[in-house]
C-alpha cells in the first residue's frame, strides 16, 4: 500500500529535500530561426535591399586610401596609404568650415526640429473631434511628399526679392529684404524648410505611442485632482520616452548629415563659406573637384564617427535603464 501511494502521489516541488527547480534552457541560435522563421522571411526582401544599396557601396570606401582615377578598375588605382585623411588631422581651413557649419546646424535642428512632431502629436491628441484630428493630420502630411526643388521654389516665391512678403512691403512702401541671400539668416532659413516639411510626418510614431497609452492612467490622475499639465507631465511625457530616446539616438547617429540636397540647392545664393557642410564639401570636392580619395576619406571618417555616436548613446540608454536601439537578448 505504500509503495502503491508513493507511486501516485505528486512529486514534491518547493519542499525541503526536493530536487531544485531547472532554469530555463537557453535557446540556441538554429532554435531561434526556426521560432521566429516567419518574421525572417518577411524581412528578407528589406535585408536583400540594404544589402545590394547600403553595404555593398560600402567596398568603394577603398578609394579613400588610394589616388582614384575613375576610369581606372577600382583596386588598380595608386595605394596612399592614410594621405588622404591629411585634410582631417591636420586641420584644412576649408574643412574645419564645413565641419563648423554642420555642427551648428546639427546643434539648432535638435533643439527646434527635434520637439516640433512631439509638440504637435500632443496639441493633435488634444484635439476632440477625431474627423477635424484626421483633416489636420493629412494637411500636415502632404509637404512630406514634395521634392526640396518645389519647397526651396515655394520658399522663393514667399520670401524672395519678388516674393509675395517683400511685394507686400515694397506696397507699403519699405525696403525689400533679402531673405534668401543673407548668410547669417541661412541657418534659421533651413530650420524653417525642415519644420515646414517634415514635422506634419513626424508626428505618426509620436501619435501613435500617444494611442497606447493606458487611459486609465489620465482617469487615476484626474481622481487625484492632477491639473491637465500635471497629466502631461507624469503620464503622458513618461509614455513617450521610449521612442523619444529611440529617435534621438538615431538623431545623433546621423548628426553630422543635414540636408545635402536642401543645402546645395541654396548654396549659391549665400556663398559656401555660409552654407558648406561635410555633405557639400565632399560633392564639391570629389565630383566637381575631383578630389575622389579625400572625399571619399572625409565620407569615411563621418561614417565612422556617427557609429560610435550610436553605439555611445545607446550604452547611455541602457545604464539609465531604456531599450535604446537595441539590447542583447539574456535568454
Known amino acids: 500500500m505504500t509503495k502503491l501511494d508513493d507511486r501516485v502521489r505528486p512529486p514534491a516541488t518547493g519542499t525541503e529535500g526536493s530536487p531544485p527547480a531547472r532554469l530555463p534552457r537557453r535557446r540556441t541560435t538554429w532554435e531561434r530561426v526556426r521560432r521566429d522563421r516567419v518574421l525572417l522571411w518577411m524581412g528578407l526582401p528589406g535585408v536583400a535591399l540594404l544589402l545590394a ?50 555642427l551648428v546646424i546639427t546643434l539648432v535642428q535638435v533643439v527646434f526640429v527635434f520637439p516640433a512632431p512631439i509638440v504637435l502629436a500632443l496639441m493633435l491628441n488634444s484635439l476632440l473631434s477625431e474627423r477635424i484630428k484626421q483633416v489636420v493630420q493629412s494637411i500636415l502630411y502632404l509637404p512630406h511628399f514634395l521634392s526640396w526643388v518645389i519647397v526651396v521654389a515655394v520658399f522663393q516665391q514667399i520670401l524672395g526679392g519678388s516674393g509675395l512678403i517683400n511685394n507686400a512691403i515694397r506696397a507699403s512702401g519699405g525696403t525689400a529684404i533679402d531673405f534668401l541671400g543673407n548668410p547669417n539668416g541661412f541657418i534659421a532659413l533651413l530650420t524653417s524648410q525642415v519644420i515646414w516639411k517634415d514635422t506634419g510626418w513626424a508626428t505618426i510614431l509620436f501619435l501613435a505611442v500617444l494611442s497606447q497609452i493606458d487611459s486609465s492612467l489620465y482617469e487615476a490622475a484626474k481622481m487625484d485632482g492632477a491639473s491637465r499639465w500635471r497629466q502631461l507631465w507624469h503620464v503622458t511625457l513618461p509614455g513617450m520616452r521610449g521612442i523619444i530616446i529611440l529617435l534621438l539616438i538615431l538623431r545623433l547617429g546621423d548628426s553630422l548629415t543635414v540636408g545635402f540636397e536642401q543645402i546645395l540647392l541654396q548654396q549659391a545664393s549665400v556663398g559656401r563659406a555660409a552654407s558648406e557642410v561635410l555633405d557639400t564639401y565632399v560633392y564639391n570636392n570629389g565630383v566637381l573637384g575631383g578630389q ?40
Open 292 to 331: 575622389w580619395g579625400v572625399a571619399a576619406a572625409v565620407g569615411l571618417v563621418k561614417g565612422v564617427v556617427g557609429v560610435l555616436l550610436v553605439l555611445g548613446a545607446n550604452k547611455v540608454a541602457h545604464v539609465f535603464g531604456e531599450a535604446g536601439v537595441y539590447q542583447k537578448e539574456s535568454r
Open 53 to 102: 544599396f547600403q553595404y555593398l557601396p560600402l567596398l568603394g570606401n577603398l578609394i579613400a586610401f588610394q589616388e582614384y582615377l575613375p576610369f581606372v578598375p577600382l583596386g588598380r588605382s595608386p595605394w596612399v596609404g592614410f594621405d588622404n585623411f591629411a585634410v582631417v588631422f591636420n586641420g584644412d581651413p576649408e574643412f574645419l568650415g564645413a565641419l563648423r557649419n554642420t
